[in-house]
């Protein structure tokens, strides 16, 4: 055989109809999942009711674990790992889909609510990182928890349910923007203007009030919240509200190839994962998949991937599985363990060709993404992962006809970025990054391809089975 040269190709031309269909439906139901669990805390409800739905129980359910066995473990509302006991022996370790279910929004100050020139606002601070300017003059919605002093926890849910109000950022008319659009884009709004309009009608003076306050519209939100919430401006301070674009996601295109949607990055990657271990029967090792928060921060906090919730669920589970519980034998299902980190990658843009390297760059459509490093600056920050494992994951993609392609993430020195991976590979696991190409990535609305995201799915599901 001559020198046979490698080529992506576009995932829609393999397809038959029928896999099409079952693209179009499969994206159908992560569309639908996108607008139901728009932040971390409520991407793991919907994961409980997958789950549960599916015969996964908490671990705390169980007494002992054996072949067959599924359970799930959820980390303070905000991560969860859901896990199937495999045919061979604990260890000889785990197969890990790990992913993030945080996304880029704007969160509040510790005291946000005040009154300027007869508006009410909510002072914020963005999470992550977003172009400041994508976030003004769009629709956003309000989603979180307040936790009052007795622990009662309060939910707030409002912008995305049909007839609901949204909130608001305003931007500059651009007859007066003259200075503004003069500005560097990085500069054009600022991290103190991402403040949220939150109302508008003054309070009227109440019974036996002398004079009024000066800040009635500031007084009439704080009415509107104890009323409707039973919460004081003090118990803003223990909350966890998250200021999200108020978009629902949508089909893209003649063909509706695309999907586009606030919070691809890494919905798009923990949604096929979840889905994967749902479809997944008689694992061969035991399979797990690691949906965990805070990766756009830096993986930091007792729910970032650099907690210990990982590894001490492991430890339970060895002390589940095991007569005699010991460190060297979990130590050894971790090290023994082989992971996929689903995280996206940047899709070549027409638009901006200027920043990728045309042949080594992932295109929307050419399936599921395998990236062998990330990192900035000479792969700076990157867990590298080895030639055996890519050469592994290569071939058993090939064997199950997933549609898969690689690249980096842009030029050299253009700029880069990282995932959970190097941190599941300090535990001296193989570790491959793998994930859709994302187009706009971190902005409000992000683009997608569905058989990409189908791709992802089918990716993920051979992994942990095989
Ligand atoms: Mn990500
Ligand atoms: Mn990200």
Not at 225 to 249: M, N, R, T, W
Not at 260 to 280: F, K, T
């Amino acid at each position: 055989m001559k020198g046979k040269e490698y080529k992506q190709v576009n995932g829609w031309l393999e397809m038959e109809d029928v896999e099409r269909e079952e693209i179009f439906s499969f994206n159908k139901d992560y569309a639908e999942f996108l607008d139901d669990y728009r932040t971390e805390r409520e991407f793991v409800k919907g994961a409980i009711g997958l789950l549960e739905a599916e015969g996964f129980k908490n671990l705390e359910e169980f007494t002992e674990l054996k072949k067959g066995d599924k359970f799930y473990k959820v980390n303070r509302d905000k991560a969860i790992l859901a896990a199937i006991v495999g045919e061979k022996p604990l260890e000889e370790g785990l197969r890990i889909v790990g992913s993030h279910i945080d996304s880029p929004r704007i969160d509040l100050k510790p005291t946000p609510l005040y009154e300027d020139s007869e508006l009410a606002y909510f002072s914020t601070h963005y999470y992550g990182g977003i172009k400041k300017y994508q976030w003004v003059s769009i629709p956003l919605a309000l989603h979180g928890v307040v936790i009052k002093e007795d622990g009662t926890k309060v939910e707030i849910n409002i912008g995305d349910k049909e007839g609901d109000p949204v909130f608001y950022i305003s931007d500059l008319l651009p007859h007066l923007g003259k200075d503004q659009m003069a500005k560097k884009m990085s500069e054009g709004i600022t991290g103190e203007q991402l403040r949220l309009i939150i109302g508008s009608i003054p309070a009227r003076k109440k019974d036996g009030e002398e004079k009024d306050s000066g800040k009635k519209v500031k007084s009439a939100v704080l009415d509107y919240l104890f009323e409707e919430y039973g919460i004081s401006e003090e118990d803003l301070i223990s909350c966890e509200l998250q200021i999200v674009p108020a978009l629902k996601s949508r089909d893209v295109g003649f063909d509706r190839g695309l999907l586009a949607a606030y919070g691809h990055d890494d919905r798009v990657c923990s949604y096929p994962a979840l889905r994967a271990i749902l479809d997944v029967e008689n694992p061969v090792y035991t399979a797990m998949v690691l949906l965990v928060d805070k990766e756009e921060i830096g993986s930091m906090g007792n729910t970032g991937m650099q907690s210990h919730f990982f590894e001490n669920t492991v430890a339970e589970m060895v002390n589940l599985t095991y007569e005699n519980y010991s460190d060297l034998l979990v130590r050894k299902t971790i090290e023994n363990s082989k992971c996929l980190s689903g995280d996206v990658n940047a899709a070549y843009d027409p638009n901006f060709p200027e920043v990728y390297a045309k042949d080594n760059t992932p295109y929307l459509g050419k399936g599921v993404v395998i990236t062998k490093y990330t990192g900035a600056r000479g792969k700076g920050g990157s867990s590298e992962a080895t030639a055996e494992f890519v050469a592994e994951i290569r071939g058993l993609f090939n064997n199950a006809g997933v549609i898969w392609q690689t690249g980096e993430l842009g030029k050299v020195d253009q700029g880069g970025g990282g995932t959970i991976a190097q941190f599941l590979a300090n535990y001296n696991m193989d570790v491959l990054d793998c994930g859709p190409a994302v187009l706009s990535m971190h902005a409000p609305y992000e683009l997608v391809s569905k058989v990409d995201v189908y791709n992802t799915y089918l990716a993920y599901q051979v992994f942990l089975e095989k």
